[in-house]
């Protein structure tokens, strides 16, 4: 082979590998391009998704306390009508115990009004008269004093009543509350 050859084939393949070399450093020059541009993709893609995650869980966390706050007036609504309802048993138990004392110590008699016209039919009045005095009774009204056994038994009775009356007003205005509550 004459020199002129070997000059040719040594700058043919001298070319050819700095060709291949310059196009294999291009063609990594490309993908670290491309691998950056996905890279910042990714990058922007967790961001918005870790946005997204912040907002909803901002969103739960504000119906928490909504719902806290509206238990915490519910609960304040509810000891209110509690304090209420003992309020008014005390009241109705200290009345009622009043009651008992003054029947207990005679200062009050219980006593039914009595139909004229029945006594009248069963032979007179039976030794009983209108009370003396001026207390709102109607002149010639008739009535008769229960023992004080039966009376204390009726106080009873109505005492009982009274708590039961109480208990349901109780009852039925916690059951508003909470419906009206949700």
């Not at 119906?63 to 609960?75: N, S, T």
């Not at 005679?106 to 032979?123: E, F, I, M």
């Amino acid at each position: 082979m004459s020199q002129q050859a070997r000059l040719t084939v040594l700058a043919l393949t001298l070319g050819a590998a700095v060709g291949g070399g310059l196009a294999w450093w291009w063609q990594a020059k490309e993908l670290e391009r491309q691998a950056a541009g996905f890279g910042q993709q990714l990058a922007e893609k967790d961001l918005k998704h870790s946005r997204e995650r912040e907002d909803a869980t901002a969103a739960a966390f504000g119906q928490l306390e909504e719902q806290q706050k509206a238990r915490r007036v519910l609960e304040d609504r509810l000891q209110v009508l509690d304090q209420t309802h003992w309020k008014e048993m005390n009241d109705a138990q200290q009345a009622q115990a009043r009651l008992r004392d003054r029947l207990a110590t005679a200062d009050l008699r219980l006593s039914v009004l009595l139909d004229a016209g029945t006594v009248a039919a069963q032979g007179g009045d039976g030794g009983m008269r209108a009370p003396a005095g001026n207390r709102g009774v109607v002149d010639g009204v008739l009535r008769a004093q229960l023992d004080p056994a039966h009376a204390r038994r009726i106080v009873a009775i109505t005492d009982e009543g009274d708590r039961g009356l109480i208990a349901l007003k109780a009852c039925q205005a916690y059951a508003r509350e909470v419906s009206i509550g949700k």
